[in-house]
């Protein structure tokens, strides 16, 4: 009898970041956090610019290929879109979230807040890290609502 070790290889899925933003009409725009990948849609709602993204990743990687011959390195045809939020297309996509008073629950100056959300000044990535650790203990205390 001949034994066989069978290795399992873990199947590891590209993953793209993207930024998705307030756009200058008042709708959204997203694009790749990568430089290197350069894809942008624009649309009035937040699913149709993640829609529109998703296909421009699919039609830029095509071209691309017709023109090189190779698809690029950044294309996987299961790849994995993570969407982030810069603080204008937040609360554009949540404008039930009132600024001032989520300010002081993640302990943040207000009038800083709303120059985020206004997009009058951007966050660092500090500043941007904290936040989203206070803004994820605010979450996981509201999975404890019930009504």
């Given amino acids: 009898m ?14 793209i970041v993207a930024i998705i933003e307030k756009g200058q ?6 694009y790749a956090a ?8 624009d649309g009035l709602s937040e699913e149709e610019t993640r829609q529109a993204f998703s296909n421009n990743l699919h039609e830029q990687a095509l071209y691309i290929k017709e023109k090189t011959g190779m698809l690029p390195k950044w ?5 994995e ?11 554009l996509s949540f404008p039930f979230i009132n600024a001032t008073e989520l300010a002081r629950a993640l302990g ?21 890290n ?6 994820d203990k605010i979450v996981n205390r509201l999975t404890l609502v019930k009504f």
């Fill in 2 to 15: 001949i034994e066989r070790s069978e290795t399992k290889q873990k199947c590891v899925m590209k993953k």
């Fill in 25 to 30: 009409d008042g709708g959204y725009a997203i």
């Fill in 34 to 41: 990568d430089e290197s990948i350069p894809v942008v849609a």
């Fill in 75 to 79: 294309y996987d045809k299961k790849m």
């Fill in 81 to 91: 879109v993570e969407y982030r939020y810069d603080m204008s297309a937040f609360f």
């Fill in 108 to 128: 943040l100056n207000p009038s800083l807040l709303r120059k985020y959300k206004n997009g009058l000044a951007k966050a660092s990535e500090k500043q941007k």
């Fill in 130 to 135: 904290m936040i989203q650790e206070e803004f």
